[in-house]
């Protein structure tokens, strides 16, 4: 076993909601935990459609399938700095599993602080998560954990597909 990344799906806040804090040194305001949270739901929702229209509908060429050793359909990626968040990606999806809500404009990075880390110290957004929805741990890949991408575990109800839970909260 070695330490992953869990994050726990049915706990975790939508993006603007969450306080969790990154360290990653080479942009003081990135939010890792929106990169993360994309890449996990782009692993675990796509159905990875053979023709792929959300791909070919992007005016940016933003978006591609990359092998995965975890999928043997690869994973759907982003590339941040060419999505202009049009949203024709969520249009063209013909299963309706990309949610522009759930795809934020700006482009942060998670590198899992790695080589960055003290032996038992635990990353920063685990440190600041309130809701206990992220940690740092040695894991067996069984039960209801998924490895997703190296080093990246989520926590899923039966241990394969995740549903999706969005709420919706009015602003004030």
């Known amino acids: 076993m070695n330490t992953k990344l869990i994050i726990d799906l049915a706990r975790c806040r939508i993006q603007d909601e969450s306080d969790v804090q990154c ?13 993360l949270l994309e890449m996990v739901r782009f692993a675990l929702i796509c159905r990875r459609c053979e023709a792929a229209p959300c791909i070919t509908a992007c005016p940016r060429q933003a978006l591609e399938k990359v092998p995965s050793k975890h999928n043997d359909a690869g994973t759907l990626k982003r590339a941040t700095m060419l999505c202009t968040g049009c949203g024709s990606c969520a249009i063209a999806c013909p299963f309706g599993t990309i949610y522009a809500d759930l795809i934020p404009f700006p482009s942060s990075v998670c590198d899992r602080c790695e080589g960055r880390l003290e032996a038992g110290e635990k990353p920063l957004c685990v440190r600041t998560c309130k809701d206990g929805s992220i940690d740092y741990r040695d894991a067996a890949i069984e039960g209801d954990l998924v490895e997703v991408f190296d080093g990246i575990v989520a926590k899923v109800s039966g241990g394969v597909l995740w549903e999706p839970f969005l709420s919706v909260k009015a602003k004030k």
């Open 23 to 35: 360290s990653y040194k080479h942009h003081p305001q990135n939010r890792g935990i929106d990169s």
